[in-house]
């Protein structure tokens, strides 16, 4: 069974950078398109950025310009820079397949950004 760990959420102040990694139990990037999902306080989780096996990359309007999100597949993790960060960037941040599959939910991380 194939755990997803995410790290590297916390709290910071508007216009600050933050690094998400995902880190795989084995490897399976090589496989599936993955993404980077948030879900904001009372709000639905939403797909903010992908890359696929051939690393094309997705982004959500909202984080053009701002996030990136790569792919290493030797260390079997998948990460998600996010410079110039809003307080409209707050939630807890999962990675997952795209479409997400169900078994790889994790615990995700939190970001906080203080206005």
């Known amino acids: 069974q194939v755990q997803l760990v995410e790290s590297g959420g916390g709290l910071v102040q508007a216009g600050g950078s933050l690094r998400l990694d995902c880190a795989a139990s084995r490897s399976i990037y090589s496989l599936y398109t993955m993404g980077w999902y948030r879900q904001a306080p009372g709000k639905q989780r939403e797909l903010v950025a992908s890359?696929?096996?051939?690393?094309?990359?997705y982004y959500v309007a909202s984080v053009v310009r701002r996030f990136t999100i790569s792919r290493d597949v030797a260390k079997n993790t998948v990460s998600l820079q996010m410079n110039s960060l809003k307080p409209e960037d707050t939630g807890v941040y999962y990675c997952n397949a795209v479409p997400a599959l169900g078994r790889f939910w994790g615990q995700g991380t939190q970001v906080t950004v203080s206005s």
């Open positions: 890359v696929t096996t051939g690393v094309s990359t």
